[in-house]
Every structure is written in C-alpha cells, then in structure tokens.
C-alpha cells in the first residue's frame, strides 16, 4: 500500500523560505511520476510541480516557475519542494501525490499529471503553509 507522508509546512514571513518533504513507501515509485498540488481555502486543489523518477524531467506551474524547485532523493524515499520568496497567495494546504506506474516518465507524462488531477489516486494528508504579509 503506497503511503506518502508531507511535513516541512509552517508560518513564514513573505519573502521567506520553506522547504517541504514528502517520505513516500509501499511501492518501488520506478515508473511514478510525484508531485505537488495546493489548495487554498476556497478554492480548487491546483497543481504545483512535477518530477520523473531519475529527477531528469521536472515540469512546474507558471505561478511559481523560478520560486519553486522539486526534487526528490530516492535513496531516501523522499520527495521535496524548495520555496523560495515565498508570497502570501503561496498560503495553502500542500499535497505530495503520486501517479502511476507509467510505461515511461517523461515531460508529457508530468503534463498529463498536472492536468489530470481527478485521475490521481495516491495523495498525501497535507502540510500547511502560511505566509504572512
């Protein structure tokens, strides 16, 4: 049973920084490509960012496109989301997901999963982040 476990999230002043981890288990995560989602408080759950397997192909929101970096250390079974200048529309409830197996890993498959939120079946509880003004 695939389990994806976030923390990191917390209260930090704009401009500052975070940096998020998800521990992930149950399932080899070969041919998974992970991600990030966020949901504010009234709002829809929207997509972050995206990784391969290797760490090779990312693919990320134009909204956070420079602030935000996603990586992940498989020795560690361990995804994480740097952000950086962090600004308080970033406020919200971040998710770590995972969606597979794919034959294969790549950009398009990291667009698809951005795109396909409903087809998601492994998520995370959430971290929370605040970010005050």
């Known amino acids: 049973q695939i389990q994806l476990v976030e923390s990191g999230g917390g209260l930090v002043q704009a401009g500052g920084a975070l940096r998020l981890s998800c521990a992930y288990s149950?399932?080899?995560?070969?041919?998974?490509?992970m991600g990030w989602f966020r949901q504010s408080p009234g709002k829809a759950r929207e997509f972050v960012a995206a990784i391969s397997w290797s760490g090779i192909s990312t693919y990320y929101a134009e909204s956070i496109k420079g602030r935000f970096t996603i990586s992940r250390d498989n020795t560690k079974n361990t995804l994480y989301l740097q952000m950086n200048s962090l600004k308080p529309e970033d406020t919200a409830v971040y998710y770590c997901?995972?969606?597979?197996?794919?034959?294969?890993?790549?950009?398009?498959?990291?667009?698809?999963?951005?795109?396909?939120?409903?087809?998601?079946?492994?998520w995370g509880k959430g971290t929370l982040v605040t970010v005050s003004s």
């Open positions: 997901a995972a969606d597979g197996p794919h034959a294969i890993v790549v950009v398009t498959t990291l667009m698809q999963m951005a795109a396909g939120i409903e087809n998601i079946k492994h």
């Open positions: 149950g399932s080899p995560f070969t041919n998974y490509a």
